[in-house]
C-alpha cells in the first residue's frame, strides 16, 4: 500500500464535511468508517460511534468496515440506534452474563456471544435490524476462515436477518473462549481479529479512497503478549481443527505492525481517532461496568473533539492523521 500524496486528493476532513454540508454523497469518492476491534475495548469505539450518530455523520459513509466488537458497534450506528445500544456496556447483568472466564472450568465459553447477540440485540435493548439490512451504507464485518487462514468480508452472506446475526457472531468469535467456530455462507469463521485488526487493507482493497478510523488503543500502547496459557491451549486448539487459523494465530504478534504501516501509507486519505494518551488500558475480556462506562465518554469525547470543528469550520481538530505517532487530544 504506497504513500497517498496529500497534494492531489482531498484530506478525509474535506470529504467528511463536504458531504455533511451537501448532503449527499455524490462526489465520486469512496469514504469508508473502519472499527478496531478489540474484545472490551469497544467501549471506545462504541463512544466514538455514539459521537457520530450526534455529529449526524452516520450517513456520510459509503461503507462500514468492522473486526469483533467493531463490527458490532458498526450495526449499531447503522442501526440508527448507537446511543441508546450502549447502555449494555454499563449493565452489569449483562456483562456478568456475556463475559464470565469461570465457565471455561465447566467447559463452557467465557464469552457467550449467543446470549448477546439473539438475547441482548434481539430483545433485551434491540438492534434494529431491517434498518441494517436496508442501510445504503453497506456493512462489512470481518472474519478469519478457519481453513484458509485468510480475512474474510462477510457482507456478501449477509441477506437477511439470522444471516446478519450469525455474521455479528463470526467476526466477534474468539476460538476456545467463544466457542466453535460459526458457520455462514458454508465455510466457517472465527473472530477476525486473528487476522485483521484494523481491517483497513480489506477496506481499501475493495476500492476505499478515504477512511476514519477509530481505534481502541492509545497511540503508545502496544498489544501485550499471549500468556503462556493462552498459546499453549489456543494454538493447540487451533492446530487441530483450524489449521489455517492456526497459521494466522501465529502471525498475530506482528499484526499491529504491518496494520500501523498500511495505515501511515495511507497518509492524509486515513484519520485515525485513539483514546487520547492517559485513557485507561482496558483489558479485552473486562466486565467493570464502571471503567467501561468511563472508556465509553472517552471515546465519545474523542471524536467530538476531532470531528466537532471539522463540521464547524472546516478545519480539523488535533487530528492523527493516519501517523503512528501522535495522538487525539
Do not use: C
Not at 464535511?17 to 478496531?36: K, Q, S, T, Y
Not at 446478519?164 to 472465527?190: C, D, E, K, N
Not at 481479529?193 to 478510523?213: Q, S
Amino acid at each position: 500500500m504506497s504513500r497517498v500524496s496529500s497534494s492531489t486528493v482531498p484530506t478525509v476532513a474535506e470529504v467528511v464535511r463536504a458531504r455533511r454540508v451537501a448532503g449527499n454523497r455524490e462526489d465520486g469518492r469512496r469514504l469508508v468508517l473502519v472499527i478496531e476491534g478489540g474484545g472490551s475495548r469497544g467501549a471506545y469505539s462504541s463512544g466514538m460511534v455514539t459521537a457520530l450518530e450526534e455529529l449526524g455523520l452516520a450517513t456520510v459513509f459509503d461503507a462500514v468496515y468492522g473486526t469483533s466488537a467493531g463490527a458490532i458497534n458498526g450495526a449499531w450506528l447503522l442501526s440508527g440506534r448507537a446511543v441508546p445500544g450502549m447502555r449494555s456496556w454499563t449493565d452489569p447483568i449483562i456483562m456478568r452474563r456475556a463475559i464470565d472466564p469461570a465457565r471455561m472450568l465447566r467447559g463452557r465459553p467465557a464469552f457467550d456471544l449467543r446470549y448477546l447477540v439473539h438475547q441482548v440485540y434481539d430483545g433485551i435493548e434491540p438492534m434494529d435490524f431491517p434498518a441494517i439490512l436496508a442501510n445504503p451504507t453497506t456493512f462489512h464485518p470481518i472474519a478469519t476462515d478457519t481453513r484458509t487462514g485468510l480475512a474474510v468480508d462477510l457482507h456478501p452472506y449477509i441477506v437477511d436477518k439470522p444471516t446478519l446475526l450469525l455474521a455479528l457472531r463470526a467476526s466477534a468469535g474468539l476460538p476456545v473462549l467463544a466457542g466453535p467456530p460459526v458457520t455462514l455462507g458454508g465455510a466457517q469463521y472465527f473472530d477476525g481479529g486473528l487476522t485483521e485488526t484494523v481491517p483497513i487493507r480489506t477496506a481499501f482493497a475493495a476500492g476505499a479512497t478515504h477512511a476514519v478510523v477509530l481505534r481502541t488503543r492509545r497511540t503508545d500502547e502496544q498489544r501485550p503478549p499471549a500468556s503462556r496459557l493462552h498459546r499453549v491451549v489456543g494454538g493447540g486448539y487451533l492446530r487441530a481443527v483450524a489449521p489455517g487459523a492456526h497459521r494466522a494465530w501465529l502471525e498475530r504478534p506482528r499484526q499491529q505492525d504491518i496494520e500501523d504501516r498500511a495505515l501511515a501509507a495511507l497518509g492524509d486519505t486515513a484519520l485515525q481517532i485513539h483514546p487520547p494518551i492517559g485513557s485507561p488500558d482496558v483489558d479485552s475480556a473486562s466486565r467493570d461496568t464502571a471503567l467501561l462506562g468511563n472508556a465509553l465518554e472517552i471515546g465519545r469525547t474523542a471524536v467530538h473533539s476531532v470531528l466537532a470543528p471539522v463540521l464547524d469550520s472546516g478545519v480539523p481538530g488535533e487530528v492523527d492523521r493516519a501517523t503512528p505517532t501522535d495522538a487525539v487530544g
